[in-house]
């Protein structure tokens, strides 16, 4: 059973548009969200975080919104970059666990057209 | 550079072989981590070693056996594979204080023929 979703496995956005990567969760015992960026041939590297105490992180280009109660989050990249394109996964720990672990989404390519 | 460091890149093994996967960080970590990454799959968590002590296996196949000798480095032994075991290895390490995230290496592009 997929604890973290991200039901659009591509997503194509023009250059200097908004991008917008979703993600839906279902253990409501995550309260710590992470979204990691992958190049091909390289790990994920961390883009940006959200804890479940603000419903808002906002990083340069990046802002992550969370929306407890649906169980969903969002990442916007305002204005996508040619440079944006890659595999982005999102990623839920739950604290009370004592758990650092992170569960993954299946990630979403996105593909930004100059 | 990630300053996490897996080698090899690329790994192309028989199912009757033995090989090791080599994970190496120096960025002060206390926890490091083996995930899988197959095709249109999520990232799975295989081991988890915490200040070199192993605090979670997912159930993962005995041909898997996972090496903590420090805190800097991670290694995963392999032994008779099978096809399916065909995927991205990934190594990553963190601070147990999670608000830091992971590091990942590049990975080891195994395939098992």
């Known amino acids: 059973d997929q604890q973290v979703k991200q039901n659009s496995p591509s997503l194509s956005v023009q250059e200097g548009r908004i991008s917008i990567l979703n993600c839906d969760y279902t253990n409501s015992m995550f309260d710590y969200f992470l979204w990691y960026k992958k190049y091909p041939a390289e790990g994920p590297t961390f883009l940006i975080s959200i804890s479940s105490i603000k419903d808002k992180n906002e990083d340069g280009r990046f802002t992550v919104f969370l929306n407890k109660s649906a169980k969903h989050l969002s990442l916007h990249i305002v204005p996508s970059q040619p440079g944006d394109s890659a595999v982005y996964f999102c990623?839920?720990?739950?604290?009370?666990?004592?758990?650092?672990?992170?569960?993954f989404g299946k990630g979403t390519k996105l593909s930004v057209i100059p | 550079e990630t300053g996490v460091t897996q080698t090899p890149r690329h790994l192309v093994m028989g199912m009757t072989n033995k090989k090791s996967l080599k994970c190496e960080q120096h960025?002060?970590?206390?926890?490091m981590y083996w995930y899988k990454q197959s095709a249109k799959k999520p990232l799975e968590l295989m081991f988890v070693y915490n200040f070199k002590e192993q605090t979670e296996n997912n159930s993962v196949p005995s041909r898997f056996s996972p090496e903590c000798p420090n805190s800097s480095h991670l290694f995963l032994h392999l032994h008779t594979l099978q096809p399916e075991d065909s995927a991205l290895y990934l190594c990553a390490s963190s601070r147990v204080e999670r608000a830091y995230g992971y590091t990942f290496g590049s990975g080891t592009r195994l395939t098992v023929v």
């Open positions: 960025l002060g970590h206390n926890a």
């Open positions: 990623a839920a720990s739950d604290s009370g666990a004592g758990s650092y672990q992170l569960t």
